[in-house]
């Protein structure tokens, strides 16, 4: 973990990180007793802030070259990818944000995608919180029916319960800021 992820870490950790002995509902369906707000993290701005200096300079560089684009299924994503955009503008450097919807518009343009996605090639996957990487799946899917590539995914935290395996499965490869592991250690 680089100097900014434990940053983040110390300052946001006890406000993420929840365990219970009743278990949470997961928007996978499962039931998990580590429960993982993000939210904590991406809607508030300092740490919004450090967490996208932290995907810029220490997540994003392990998985290879800038980004044309990132984003990923609405809700989750959103903030983050237009954090990474931002942090990266502030190095002269243009990544497009996206926004996948969870159902195409039914209105105007009926676009699942919203972000200037014509202009690229490639997006980065973005998540908050990967759990069996159903949410992500589905960007994925809109992302390459668009005529996008998708080859690397970032989150927040892994909750290593299959997700990393389910993207791999779809050739993607995932860099997590945190693994649950480094909250229930």
Known sequence: MGPLAQQLFADASAEVYR?????????????????????????????????????????????????????????????????VSLAYLERGLTVYPLVVRKEAK??????????EYQLVKEVLLIDDVVTTAGSSLKAVEAFRAAGLAVKRCICIVDREEGGREALKAAGIELFAVFKKSDFSA
């Open 106 to 115: 039914e209105h105007g343009l009926a676009r699942r995608i919203e972000g």
């Open 19 to 83: 365990y219970s002995s009743e278990p949470f509902k997961l928007a996978s369906g499962q039931l998990s007793h580590h429960y993982f707000n993000c939210k904590r993290i991406t809607l508030t701005p300092a740490r919004l802030a450090l967490l996208a200096r932290t995907l810029r300079d220490e997540v994003i560089p392990l998985s290879g070259a800038t980004p044309e684009a990132a984003g990923g299924l609405t809700l989750g994503a959103d903030p983050i990818a237009y954090a």
